[in-house]
């Protein structure tokens, strides 16, 4: 089945990294280097600036926002307006940081590109990190083709991240200590690339897939139960929200090259009616 999507709010370079947090989307302009706070029908509340274009983003137990800043590898800790350093990621992401979750104790597991697309070197695969509360980093895992959007599910013991090179999402269970394992096939997507992900509450995966053109609602096994055509532009980003957690929020842009990006800003917000609640983090 086909949903349809309208858009809610333009004029951005290229938004990415939504999430639902206290009744309003936060998102990052990653190459207009902010963070972005929109009402649910599209009004800008707050923007801040991150250095280093800002991706990922989850909240800490204590309400204080992380934010992955791809650029410098970093992720910053932001409490009443003012962001601080909380963890370096350089000696662990050999490509620029991206996506990231936290989980409800505070761990985050941050992703990289694991090679420099943007000079046109050859694909890499890469680590996820897992950062502690305090800033501790490791390895979580390793062998990851483009570790992009990640989800962790309601119960706290399954993280599943979308492997953008490796066109699948990849499933582990979560240990006590925050370690991944048992590394397994969620969704073989054939030829469709995987970007930003987010859970619904049937257990199925959103996948923002910009080189099909559309939002796909993915089942366990691969199955293709919903998608979201997007006219215009390529999704790049989802997230579930909205009162009742069935809005599924889309970052769409004409162009992913930020020289481009930066002049035309077609960024946009769509938004679509979904079947079934969100779920789980972020």
Not at 27 to 34: I, V
């Amino acid at each position: 089945m086909e949903l349809t999507a309208k858009t809610v709010a333009t004029g951005f370079a290229f938004p990415e990294g939504p999430r639902w947090h206290d009744g309003q989307l936060w998102f990052s302009d990653q190459h207009d280097g902010k963070v972005h706070i929109l009402s649910p029908d599209g009004t800008t509340v707050e923007s801040f600036t991150v250095p280093g274009r800002p991706s990922g983003m989850g909240w800490l137990p204590d309400g204080d926002l992380l934010i992955v800043s791809m650029l410098e590898r970093r992720l910053y800790r932001r409490h009443n307006g003012t962001l601080t350093p909380y963890a370096e990621l350089g000696a662990l992401h050999p490509g620029n940081s991206n996506d990231m979750v936290v989980d409800r104790s505070g761990r985050a597991y941050a992703g990289n590109i694991g090679f420099d697309f943007d000079a046109g070197e050859p694909f890499a695969p890469t680590v996820i990190a897992l950062i502690e509360p305090g800033g501790a980093v490791s390895i979580a895992a390793g062998d990851i083709a483009c570790p992009n959007g990640m989800v962790i599910t309601p119960d706290g013991r399954t993280l599943i991240v979308a492997e953008s090179m490796g066109k699948c999402l990849t499933e582990f269970d979560i240990g006590t200590d925050g370690a991944l394992s048992n590394r397994r096939l969620f969704a073989d997507l054939d030829d469709r690339v995987p970007d930003g992900i987010c859970l619904d509450a049937d257990g199925c995966v959103w996948v923002a897939a910009p080189f099909a053109g559309a939002a796909l609602r993915v089942r366990r096994g691969g199955e293709i139960a919903n998608s979201v055509p997007i006219q215009g532009a390529a999704p790049y980003a989802c997230m579930l929200g909205g009162a009742d957690g069935r809005d599924l929020f889309i970052c769409c842009a004409t162009h992913h090259e930020p020289h481009l990006t930066v002049q035309i800003r077609s960024g946009r917000i769509d938004v679509a009616r979904a079947l079934a609640a969100a779920a789980g983090w972020p």
